[in-house]
């Protein structure tokens, strides 16, 4: 599987792979669709493979889930819709009202999902009435981040990570996997 098309050819695992793997597991699947257009075949995967819907999650930008959202939620009603900000900017009042709409139009189980350098407390007042407010990003210090944010009345997932490519660990894994794909695509 890959993040995206511009940062990765993917690795040695299909999406169907990944799905069952995850459902034998009995761990909840969060799917972060980046490629709207990929939609479909995603649906079409998640329902072959039959996860549980109370075990999913679906993450899409907010054009996206403008498009996508009525069909994910006819066809997975329990799954967790992933609302993301209309904007790259700091995620403010309106921004946040944009998107509670969303959510309200769609119904169901949902998270508000914001990079956490970009949500202010504006905006997590007006999530919180409607549902969880989880975040995400980097921080030189994660737990210290984390306990900030719930602090602030972040309430769902914090999904913060340490400094990216600062370590070895970090450089050999990616060489690792670069390798792995190359080998794959001479071989493979």
Same mark, same amino acid.
């Given at each position: 599987m890959r993040h995206d098309k511009a940062h990765e050819d993917g690795d040695n695992l299909t999406l169907n792979e990944w799905l069952t793997m995850g459902k034998e597991s009995g761990r909840g699947l969060k799917l972060d669709i980046k490629e709207s257009d990929q939609v479909p075949a995603v649906l079409d995967e998640i329902e072959k493979v039959g996860i549980p819907q109370d075990r999913l999650m679906l993450n899409l930008g907010f054009e996206a889930m403008e498009k996508w959202g009525p069909e994910i939620r006819e066809r997975?009603?329990?799954?967790?819709?992933?609302?993301n900000p209309p904007t790259e900017g700091e995620v403010k009042a309106a921004d946040a009202r944009k998107m509670v709409e969303q959510a309200e139009a769609l119904g169901g189980p949902v998270t508000f999902v914001v990079r956490h350098d970009k949500l202010?407390?504006?905006?997590?007042?007006?999530?919180?009435? #409607? &549902? =969880?407010v989880s975040v995400w990003g980097e921080a030189d210090d994660p737990v210290k981040a984390a306990e900030a944010l719930r602090e602030r009345g972040v309430n769902g997932v914090v999904?913060? #990570? &340490? =400094?990216?490519?600062?370590?070895?660990?970090?450089?050999?894994?990616?060489?690792?996997n670069w390798l792995r794909t190359q080998w794959d695509k001479a071989f493979g």
């Open positions: 997975f009603p329990d799954a967790i819709l992933a609302i202010s407390d504006e905006a997590i007042e007006t999530f919180l009435p #409607a &549902g =969880p999904d913060i #990570a &340490g =400094p990216h490519g600062n370590n070895w660990g970090g450089k050999v894994d990616a060489a690792k």
